[in-house]
T-cell receptor, first 112, second 115 residues
Framework: KQEVTQIPAALSVPEGENLVLNCSFT??????LQWFRQDPGKGLTSLLL?????REQTSGRLNASLDKSSGRSTLYIAASQPGDSATYLC???????????FGTGTRLQVFP | GAGVSQTPSNKVTEKGKYVELRCDPI?????LYWYRQSLGQGPEFLIY????????DSGLPNDRFFAVRPEGSVSTLKIQRTERGDSAVYLC?????????????FGPGTRLTVL
């Protein structure tokens, strides 16, 4: 059974720091991995999608890497800003299923 | 519309009542998904539609939960005899096709509270 774990559960940093959020999954048989952002009381905003054949994806200050064989992904946030404060969720799409399996998220707070 | 929309945004009901939650996917998206998110947890899969048919309903917790998508666009999640444990945020997502590599786009969710 696929399980997704995110560490740390919560993170509080001063503005300007570079951050790494971690996501691990137990079964490497996945089609892709998606990183999402969730603001309090809101839905999920897709940040990056990495296909199983890819190693990384970049969007602005965000960079996500995928090491499928070791069951790990990292989300790197450069020069963090208070507006980056949110919960970050990763999710994998396992082979032969149509659903995403989510981690429990990392709650990030960036203070001025 | 530009994104996935869900109505109502909030629903408060009493134990034992029936509720319907609506999802409007992104125009032209053929795949539609329902998830449920409890406080402090990641979303959990409920059901997936490809077109009008439910291709995978393995995540529905019991037979009180049912979903339809009669014309292959709007979907309704129906919950009978609601219980306090059904309280959660119900999220809908859509993707362009059922191809496994497609990105899923989520709506803002419906927060259901069962008193």
């Amino acid at each position: 059974k696929q399980e997704v774990t995110q560490i740390p559960a919560a993170l509080s940093v001063p503005e300007g720091e570079n951050l790494v959020l971690n996501c691990s999954f137990t079964d490497s048989a996945i089609y892709n991995l998606q990183w999402f952002r969730q603001d309090p009381g809101k839905g999920l905003t897709s940040l990056l999608l990495i296909q199983s054949s890819q190693r990384e994806q970049t969007s602005g200050r965000l960079n996500a890497s995928l090491d499928k064989s070791s069951g790990r992904s990292t989300l790197y946030i450069a020069a963090s800003q208070p507006g980056d404060s949110a919960t970050y969720l990763c999710a994998v799409r396992p082979y032969n299923t149509d659903k995403l399996i989510f981690g429990t998220g990392t709650r990030l707070q960036v203070f001025p | 519309g530009a994104g996935v929309s869900q109505t109502p945004s909030n629903k408060v009901t009493e134990k034992g009542k029936y509720v319907e939650l609506r999802c409007d996917p992104i125009s032209g998206h053929t795949a539609l998904y329902w998830y449920r998110q409890s406080l402090g947890q990641g979303p959990e899969f409920l059901i997936y539609f490809q077109g009008t048919g439910a291709a995978d309903d393995s995540g529905l917790p019991n037979d009180r939960f049912f979903a339809v998508r009669p014309e292959g666009s709007v979907s309704t999640l129906k919950i009978q005899r609601t219980e306090r444990g059904d309280s959660a945020v119900y999220l809908c997502a859509s993707s362009q096709t059922s191809w496994a590599g497609n990105e899923q786009f989520f709506g803002p969710g419906t927060r259901l509270t069962v008193l």
